[in-house]
């Protein structure tokens, strides 16, 4: 950053605002209330001072302890906002941060470390190495659906790799928000994690158009991050984008029915269906497809019992508005399952759907609640075609019992991520890159993979100076038989 734009950005600027200076606009009606603290931010950033391993540490440590002190307001926020069970809390939520957390601990040292690189015959005798740079100054915004993960696991990555962060959590899960708001607050200076809270489409503008962030990491709807990316664009700032989509799941004939019945029961109805990489709708081989809807019924009575609205285990819907676009697509087909709703609970049955037609809302849109379609499909293609409705889904899911038909399955469908014989449980690992693809995303984090998208990867070349022929000077001519054998 220049010095007049430093200048701009303490105040202290006193030459012609020009375009590059647009982020500076210190009398529009955002003013100091919210650029104030994003310029101490940016100045704290700037001094280096969350830099060193040991600062980095520190801060995920307490981070952890925080977590531990806060657990049960935690549980209790994300059971007000969403119903959710101390248990799915722990596996979905806390438990999940907690584990990054520890991976992070116990590799940041490893991870920050330059990684050496070759150096090609023109530059002898120098040494080359790739270091990792801090992005700077990051800004993270969060979904309802996993209020305290989507947020805090991103942060996890942002504060290893030396990050300052604001956080601007979905304004749709107030009591988690608030919890974590005074939990932020109470471990990090402001100058270095920033929280802040109120309707995104109001602030998320405010502060990506009057403040140039080094990075922003954006999770939620694929409308809205087109927004996050233009706004981003309009400033060159890079972005992850963590976006939704309808994520397919293919069962073959020779699947072990039960077994799949049960997978994909367990991660659709999970937080009654509203997780990004939830099987949005099942393909199932027609021959197998009574079977396999048996054996669904069979798991979902299993797990939530027939009185699923007064289950333990079973979330409800985050808002009305959420809860009146789920209940519109409950005749796009038969009902073989499920099917009740009561608006005051917010409570929608774990709902099956079969002889859904491909061109009704529920197969166009990303369901994010608990009614499945059931479609059926008898070839390869026919089933590659209604997935291609949709495409680059945030991941991918088959069951079979064939080694060779999963491949090709993963080789045929373009995904984020994907699974055999599984739905959903890849994103809790954290040694595989979590992300989607085109219209389900770009970039990825968990593990390593948040410490390096928050890291700019700086190439870095260090010459003796022993050494200083005159090749590389000019004049250079009579010298092009060299350069052909040296550079080829
Ligand atoms: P959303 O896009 O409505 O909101 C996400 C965030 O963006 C919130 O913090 C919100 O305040 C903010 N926001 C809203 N309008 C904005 C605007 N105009 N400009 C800037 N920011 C704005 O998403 P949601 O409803 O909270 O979450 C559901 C979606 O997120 C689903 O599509 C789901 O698949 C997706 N999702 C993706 C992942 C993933 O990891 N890929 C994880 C969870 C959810």
């Known amino acids: 950053m220049g010095k007049e734009h430093r200048d701009c950005e303490n105040g202290n600027f006193k030459g012609e605002i020009t375009d590059s200076h647009r982020f500076c606009k210190l009398h529009s009606s955002f003013g100091f209330m919210l650029l104030e603290p994003l310029n101490y931010m940016r100045r704290y950033y700037e001094s280096g001072a969350t830099q060193s391993f040991s600062f980095r540490k520190e801060q995920l440590k307490k981070l952890k ?8 307001e935690l549980y209790a926020a994300l059971y007000s906002d969403l119903k959710k069970s101390p248990e799915e809390c722990w596996v979905t939520e806390l438990g999940m941060v907690t584990a990054e957390i520890n991976a992070a601990l116990k590799s940041l040292h490893r991870w920050m470390k330059p990684q050496k690189a070759g150096t090609n015959l023109l530059n002898f005798p120098s040494s080359s190495y790739v270091m990792n740079e801090p992005m700077g100054v990051a800004l993270i915004i969060g979904p309802w659906n996993y209020p305290f993960q989507l947020l805090i696991n991103p942060l996890v990555g942002a504060i290893a790799a030396g990050n300052c962060v604001v956080l601007k959590a979905s304004e749709f899960a107030p009591a988690t928000d608030s919890v974590m708001k005074k939990m932020i607050e109470e471990i990090f200076p402001k100058e270095y994690i920033l929280y802040m809270q109120g309707e995104g489409a109001l602030i998320v503008p405010q502060l990506m158009n009057y403040f140039r962030f080094d990075f922003v990491f954006y999770t939620g709807s694929t409308a809205v991050g087109k927004i996050v990316y233009k706004m981003a664009a309009e400033h060159l700032v890079p972005v992850t984008l963590e976006l939704g989509g309808k994520s397919p799941c293919v069962v073959e004939v020779d699947a072990n029915i039960k077994v799949a019945a049960r997978r994909i029961a367990m991660t659709k109805f999970s937080n009654a269906g509203q997780m990004c990489v939830a099987p949005d709708y099942v393909l199932v081989q027609q021959s197998v497809k009574e079977k396999f809807i048996e054996s669904l019924r069979g798991a979902l009575l299993s797990f939530f019992s027939n009185k699923p609205e007064e289950d333990y285990n079973y979330c409800r819907i985050i808002n009305e508005k959420q809860f009146d676009r789920l209940t519109g697509y409950l005749n796009s087909g038969k009902i073989v399952h499920g099917g009740r709703t009561d608006r005051g609970k917010l409570f929608i049955e774990p709902t099956i759907l079969e002889n859904v037609s491909l061109d009704t809302q529920v197969m166009k849109d990303e369901v994010f609640g608990p009614i499945l379609p059931v479609i059926t499909f008898e070839t390869m293609d026919e089933a590659k075609q209604i997935i291609q409705q949709n495409p680059n889904p945030l991941a ?25 014989n599984n739905s959903s449980w890849h994103l809790t690992n954290h040694h595989l890159p979590f992300g989607g693809r085109g219209f389900s995303g770009m970039g990825n984090y968990h593990g390593k993979y948040s410490f390096d998208t928050f890291s700019h990867k700086k190439a870095v070349m260090k010459t003796p100076t022993w050494f200083d022929p005159n090749l590389k000077y000019p004049p250079f001519k009579g010298m092009l038989k060299w350069y052909k054998k040296i550079i080829r």
């Not at 302890?65 to 049960?72: F, G, N």
């Not at 019992?401 to 373009?414: D, H, T």
């Open 65 to 72: 302890q925080a977590i531990v002190k806060y657990e049960k």
């Open 396 to 420: 991918f899911y088959v069951y079979t019992s064939s080694r060779k038909r999963g491949i090709e399955w993963l080789n045929a469908i373009p995904s984020g991520g994907a699974c055999i």
